[in-house]
């Protein structure tokens, strides 16, 4: 079946990098995204990755795609009060007519 | 600037009460949806929609109803038969499917009296 895994939390202290890991089962080629949900909010989306690449970077945002073992990572550089939010990753799979598929979303925490 | 509006962003509903939430978008885009979100967990979805008067079941449509009569708008309707209402509602919409990325609106919280 098809599942996507995030851990649920990730605390990380302002100025440090934070890696948000994210696992995913399907076969077929998709697109994987990321969002960004602040309280009472709804989801931003951060950026999207086909399966067929491996990273992609967009200013403090890097993407890294293991296609091998299905991990997908969103690295944050330089940690800011700001980013304080839940993030969560989504799958898109060809053979599921492109109906997204969530993970649970991880807290990212910001120690001062 | 083009955008996904829902409301109320607040909302409380009566036993035995139907209630509807609003989604209009002003992107032209073709696709809406309907999702669900409980704390902790990812987003479910409800309904969903690829063009007008068109309209397909999602994981969770029991209890729900929904109708596409204009592109720009796309309400739920939450049905007294829905026994556990109280959840964030996200409303998204797409250029189209395949792999064009969903955009969200803020969001309506329903909660029940």
């Known amino acids: 079946g098809e599942d996507v895994e995030q851990s649920l939390f990730l605390s990380v202290r302002e100025g440090d990098s934070s890696v948000i890991n994210c696992t995913y089962t399907d076969s077929s080629s998709t697109y994987l995204y990321w969002y960004k949900q602040e309280p009472g909010a709804g989801l931003q989306l951060l950026t999207y990755i086909f399966s067929n690449m491996d990273m992609k970077q967009d200013q403090r945002l890097t993407v890294l795609l293991n296609k091998k073992d299905k991990h997908l990572s969103l690295r944050i550089a330089d940690t800011q009060t700001g980013d304080s939010a839940i993030y969560f990753c989504a799958e898109s799979p060809m053979d599921s007519n492109y109906q997204l598929i969530w993970g649970a979303g991880t807290k990212l925490i910001i120690k001062p | 600037d083009g955008g996904i509006t829902q409301s109320p962003k607040y909302l409380f509903r009566k036993e035995g009460q139907n209630v509807t939430l609003s989604c209009e978008q002003n992107?032209?885009?073709?696709?809406m949806y309907w999702y669900r979100q409980d704390p902790g967990q990812g987003l479910r979805l409800i309904y969903y929609?690829?063009?007008?008067?068109?309209?397909q079941k999602g994981d969770i449509a029991e209890g729900y109803s929904v109708s596409r009569e204009k592109k720009e708008s796309f309400p739920l309707t939450v049905t007294s038969a829905q026994k556990n209402p109280t959840a964030f509602y996200l409303c998204?919409?797409?250029?189209?499917?395949?792999?064009?990325?969903?955009?969200f609106g803020d969001g309506t919280r329903l909660s029940i009296l």
């Open positions: 992107l032209n885009h073709d696709a």
């Open positions: 998204a919409s797409s250029r189209g499917t395949g792999y064009q990325p969903q955009h």
């Open positions: 929609s690829q063009i007008v008067n068109d309209f």
